[in-house]
């Protein structure tokens, strides 16, 4: 039972690199997000999906880039990554349904030099 | 836009008491559901209890109830006989029509003996 994975769990980078956060889940799920969290921030909502081939922006989308191409999988992309990215990522995903609650991954913690 | 306030950033209690943590919202849609998940400090996300904003009662999930006020706007978590692994960050959490899923900023509970 993988539920929600991603990857990588932990990643360093320089100001101006780029990278991709993968978010997998087995469960069938319509629904995925990606969320930042930063100390006294709680949870920000960066992009959503409501299934295969759709996103839609969330609280703070600006420098990130997502695609949803297969429906288990969602692909949250920093094209030139900044300080001020630096924080832990959860990806999560729910079923369709009012009271789908939110499966999350464990976390991918960036730090941007 | 919508919005969760969570104004305690901090909670207090001792073991075995009844501990309330507040969460107001703020939506004109009329269908909505709320969430309370919990992160101890190992960090993983933990759904405790879900909110429909049409369902009649409260809903309870074991020591956990959510006081749900609709005219004020307002879902608050009662822990109920508190234990040491209490101890955590407690988020609010809001779903709107348009499936976009948005967190509050959290308040960390302590339990102490």
């Known amino acids: 039972n993988a539920g929600v994975t991603q990857t990588p769990k932990f990643r360093v980078l320089k100001t101006g690199q780029s990278m991709t956060l993968l978010c997998a889940q087995d469960m069938n799920h319509e629904y995925m997000y990606w969320y930042r969290q930063d100390p006294g921030m709680g949870l920000r909502l960066i992009h959503y999906s409501v299934g295969e081939g759709t996103t839609a922006k969330g609280e703070v989308p600006d420098g990130y880039n997502v695609s949803r191409l297969k429906k288990q999988n969602f692909l949250l992309g920093l094209e030139s990554a900044a300080p001020s990215q630096t924080s832990v990522y959860f990806c999560a995903s729910r079923r369709q349904g009012d009271t789908g609650e939110l499966f999350f991954g464990e976390g991918s913690r960036l730090t941007v030099l | 836009a919508q919005k969760i306030t969570q104004t305690q950033p901090g909670m207090f209690v001792q073991e075995k008491e009844a501990v309330t943590l507040d969460c107001t919202y703020d939506?004109?849609?009329?269908?909505?559901?709320l969430f309370w998940y919990k992160q101890p400090s190992s960090g993983e996300m933990i759904f405790l209890i879900y909110?429909?904003?049409?369902?009649?009662q409260n809903a309870t999930e074991g020591r956990y109830s959510l006081n749900f006020q609709k005219a004020r706007k307002s879902a608050n978590l009662v822990i109920s006989a508190s234990q040491l692994g209490d101890s955590a960050m407690y988020f609010c959490?809001?779903?709107?029509?348009?499936?976009?899923?948005?967190f509050g900023t959290g308040t960390r509970l302590q339990v102490f003996p």
């Open positions: 909110q429909g904003s049409y369902d009649q």
């Open positions: 939506t004109s849609d009329p269908s909505y559901g």
């Open positions: 959490a809001m779903r709107e029509w348009s499936d976009k899923l948005i």
